[in-house]
């Protein structure tokens, strides 16, 4: 070879170590860097929080002082005496005397609560009176009068990535000296003394692997271990231990020994609660001692630096004699070390373990979770680390939701012959979504897109397309509601539709509705052939309004999904999303007041800026007096129509609805509200095989089961309708001499237009 090979080869050889070391220089000067600023804002771990709607008190609600006195303890408020100035988080009771002397209030008070909103920072003071009711609400510190105060947002989920996990992030002055000893003691007592590595410690624990011919004790210091938890993969190899170490004394270097043991504290992994990850010292005190990071003791402490080496095997609960004596040995090391006394010691070790375990956070609506997720992609929050989110659940309303549904479905799945049959032979799972909403705010409170979401997180709630069936109906009503005849008249709910067979021809078909029952009749009234949910004569009522005119208002009320102008429409022979429905049936409620449903009300960042906020926009799509008149229609639904089985199930509240079935009964629906809130809910299977449950028989029962018990919130009051309709009752005899079946003529009130045009 010659030299000047040789040359040109070394000179290539010097070109690559140098450029090997100027990327290592860039390796590491980036994970300084980053090592840095991670610390300085504390953001090694940074789940995404899931926050509910706060709860509301508004006047006319129930709610006595001590469940005021216990709700607002269970959010760790602190009660002051009447009359001291109030911080944030604190509260007082009152008597009617000192109430008295805050406001001009003219109506009796009894009691009153006042205190100051931990998130807002805000004053509210609520009156109660003698049945403990609320009588008046006031807001600031001027007292400026108020229908509805609010409490707390809930942290309902947090979430490290995919991975569900509890974690409260606490200063290390807050943390027990004692816990603060325990962990250095048995992880890493020269902690103070080395920078990062520990030849010492690792050589102690490569002897005692080999004399135990195994892994028996890691040499690795706590910022190895941080640097491990965090940046590194738990793969045991030479390259990943180097690269270890290096970045342990690239952290040493660059961080205090307090931020390391603050950070390493924060988000160590000690145990599981379901689904969650318990991650940190704070939600790890929670967890196993329900208590407060800084209320534990030496026995508590050294158990969780017991627990830290192995949470499985360590968890007191499960393991209580591996864990004794695991948190023996911490306390030995403690002695050892100078930490604490023989006497301190022995005195630890008689402490009993803790016998149960506090589930702190649950799976918690991991279906909304996965709608608000949706949200967030659609909003351009793909990265969701660290974000403070809130919601508009109610975790009452998803808990409620969920049971509905478990329930109903466990019960179709023994009962019902198809279903079990459908069960046994084809192996299949009948699914069923429920959304709710609060239609005054248009707050979704609960989403349940299938019937367990571990097994099957598909969202139907928020991401499939059905065909809508007879839910549908009610749009082709509004519409004849709002449209004149040919003769120019308007019609009322007792204006007749022909029930007679009916045969359309369109783009080279023929289609010929029937009814359920197959059967034909005399003309029916409106208010009948919707409350019985008749084919023949609602089709009729669209070709003659104009399907134009269905579509049209369809899209008023936030359909957005196709819609074509085929006769098969008024039967609701289309598809639409779940939200859509309930986004129409919000709006009927409302008397025609249409808004954007709610699932993320606003967004906070890490800085606690908030960085998004739902515009709640509203808008009157129509005349209020036409939603009335559909309103009262909708009513006789519930009351001796196709959804009359709800009284069955114990639903007894005013309210109106629609129940809707598909053709080839692949789809089960009903659509239901009162005055204070609005549900929807959905059975069938996701391949759309057949399941012979119709709205009344399939979904009906699930939204019974949910609103016989949230209703129980709000009082059974009517609807608001205006003052342009009025009420009228119709006799039994007058449904009679309309051919109507005799077990169906029955006394019946009905809502009508004023025929003068104005208000009575």
């Not at 840095?36 to 804002?41: A, I, K, T, W």
């Not at 204006?495 to 045969?503: A, E, G, R, V, Y």
């Not at 009420?727 to 003068?756: C, G, H, Q, R, V």
Request: hydrophobic share 35%.
């Amino acid at each position: 070879m010659s030299s000047k090979m040789k040359l040109s080869r070394i000179k290539l050889l010097l070109f690559g170590l140098l450029t090997l070391f100027i990327i290592a220089l860039l390796i590491v000067a980036y994970t300084d860097h980053k090592i840095q600023s991670l610390v300085r804002e504390k953001r090694f771990l940074s789940p995404t929080q899931y926050y509910s709607s706060p709860d509301s008190f508004f006047v006319g609600q129930f709610r006595s002082p001590k469940s005021f006195q216990s709700y607002f303890e269970n959010k760790d408020y602190r009660e002051r005496p009447f009359g001291s100035p109030l911080q944030k988080g604190d509260y007082s009771l009152g008597n009617s005397q000192q109430c008295s002397s805050l406001t001009d209030e003219t109506t009796e008070i009894f009691s009153c609560l006042l205190y100051r909103s931990n998130q807002q920072n805000e004053l509210n003071l609520i009156n109660l009176n003698e049945l403990d009711q609320i009588t008046s609400i006031f807001k600031g510190e001027d007292f400026l009068p108020s229908l509805v105060a609010h409490g707390e947002a809930e942290l309902f989920a947090q979430y490290l990535g995919n991975k569900p996990t509890q974690q409260i992030q606490t200063d290390i002055g807050d943390i027990p000296r004692y816990c603060l000893d325990a962990i250095i003691a048995i992880e890493d007592p020269q902690f103070l003394e080395h920078s990062g590595f520990s030849p010492k410690g690792f050589i102690r624990a490569v002897l005692a692997n080999i004399r135990k011919a195994g892994y028996s004790q890691g040499g690795s210091t706590i910022t190895q271990q941080l640097v491990k938890n965090y940046f590194l993969s738990p793969e045991k190899t030479i390259t990943r231990k180097l690269k270890e170490i290096i970045m342990a004394l690239i952290f040493e270097f660059r961080v205090s020994k307090d931020d390391i043991l603050e950070t390493y504290l924060n988000i160590i992994y000690l145990g599981q609660s379901g689904v969650f990850e318990v991650r940190g010292y704070g939600s790890a005190s929670e967890f196993y001692f329900q208590k407060r990071i800084d209320d534990l003791n030496l026995p508590e402490c050294a158990l969780l630096a017991a627990i830290v080496n192995n949470p499985g095997r360590y968890n007191p609960v499960r393991h209580p004699e591996k864990a004794k004596d695991r948190r023996e040995r911490v306390l030995e090391k403690m002695v050892e070390h100078e930490l604490i006394s023989v006497s301190e010691k022995e005195e630890a070790q008689k402490s009993p373990l803790p016998t149960e375990i506090k589930p702190g956070l649950s799976a918690s609506a991991p279906y909304y979770v996965d709608a608000v997720n949706k949200v967030l992609k659609s909003k351009g929050f793909e990265d969701r680390s660290g974000l403070s989110i809130y919601t508009a659940l109610d975790p009452v309303a998803q808990n409620l939701a969920e049971k509905a549904v478990k329930d109903s479905i466990q019960s179709f799945e023994t009962s019902f012959p198809s279903i079990v049959k459908i069960k046994k032979e084809q192996k299949l799972d009948l699914q069923a979504a429920l959304l709710a909403s609060n239609p005054i705010t248009g707050e979704v409170v609960a989403i349940v897109g299938g019937r367990d979401f571990k097994t099957s997180p598909y969202n139907r709630a928020v991401e499939s397309q059905r065909q809508v069936g007879s839910i549908i109906k009610p749009l082709v009503y509004l519409s004849a509601l709002q449209n004149l005849t040919e003769g120019g008249l308007e019609r009322n709910p007792m204006t007749l539709i022909d029930n007679s067979p009916l045969k359309l021809e369109y783009d080279r078909q023929v289609w010929e509705p029937r009814n359920y029952d197959g059967k034909f009749s005399a003309p029916l009234p409106m208010f009948y052939a919707l409350k019985e949910s008749k084919n023949i004569p609602t089709a009729r009522l669209a070709m003659e309004t104009g399907l134009d005119k269905v579509i049209e208002t369809a899209r008023n009320l936030g359909v957005t999904s196709k819609l074509k102008e085929y006769p098969s429409l008024a039967l609701g022979a289309f598809e639409l999303n779940p939200l859509e429905v309930l986004k129409v049936y919000n709006s009927l409620s409302q008397l025609g007041v249409k808004q954007e449903l709610q699932i993320v009300k606003s967004i906070k960042n890490q800085k606690n800026e908030i960085v998004y906020e739902h515009d709640p926009l509203t808008e009157q799509v129509g005349n209020r007096d036409d939603y009335g008149v559909l309103i009262g229609m909708l009513k006789e639904t519930l009351i001796s129509g196709t959804g009359a089985f709800s009284r069955k199930m114990g639903f007894r509240h005013i309210a109106a609805g629609k129940t809707g079935t598909t053709s080839d009964t692949k789809d089960a629906w009903f659509a239901g509200f009162t005055p204070f809130h609005a549900a929807i809910t959905w059975v069938g299977y996701d391949n759309g095989t057949p399941h012979n449950l119709t709205g009344a028989s399939g979904a009906l029962p699930i939204w019974s089961r949910y609103m016989r018990e949230i209703a129980k919130i709000y009082s059974n009051r009517d609807f608001d309708f205006p003052s342009t309709v009025h009420k009228e009752t119709i006799s039994a005899d007058d449904l009679l001499d309309l051919k109507i079946p005799e077990e169906k003529a029955k006394d019946t009130d009905l809502i009508f237009k004023n025929s003068s045009g104005i208000d009575d």
